[in-house]
């Protein structure tokens, strides 16, 4: 079974930057498209950024520009580096390990970790 365990979040002012990682475990890491995922109090899980095995990287409009999404496969680790962070940004980040489907579509895996927080306030 899939695990993940995601660390690196906390509290930080707007315009700082935090640095997410996730460990992966219990699968072939470099087979997995990756995807980060944030989810605010009363609203639903949204995908923020996908990077596939070979390091194509995808971005929600929201972040584009600010998040950088990364992977290395030694360490079974996906990275998700976010600056000129926003209030807006407030919310518990998951990482996922999924597929492509055949329209290159991230599809989410089943598994998910137990999330790290951020929270952008000043």
């Known amino acids: 079974q899939v695990q993940l365990v995601e660390s690196g979040g906390g509290l930080v002012q707007p315009g700082k930057s935090l640095r997410l990682s996730c460990v992966a475990s219990?699968?072939?890491?470099?087979?997995?498209?990756m995807g980060w995922y944030r989810q605010a109090p009363g609203m639903q899980r949204e995908l923020v950024a996908t990077?596939?095995?070979?390091?194509?990287?995808d971005y929600a409009d929201s972040v584009k520009g600010r998040f950088t999404i990364s992977r290395d496969n030694a360490k079974n680790t996906v990275y998700l580096q976010m600056n000129s962070l926003k209030p807006g940004d407030t919310a518990v980040y998951y990482c996922?390990?999924?597929?492509?489907?055949?329209?290159?579509?991230?599809?989410?895996?089943?598994?998910w970790g137990q999330g790290t927080q951020v929270t952008v306030s000043s």
């Open positions: 990077i596939t095995h070979r390091g194509n990287t």
């Open positions: 996922n390990a999924g597929q492509l489907d055949a329209g290159l579509k991230y599809i989410a895996g089943n598994n």
């Open positions: 219990g699968t072939i890491f470099s087979a997995h498209a």
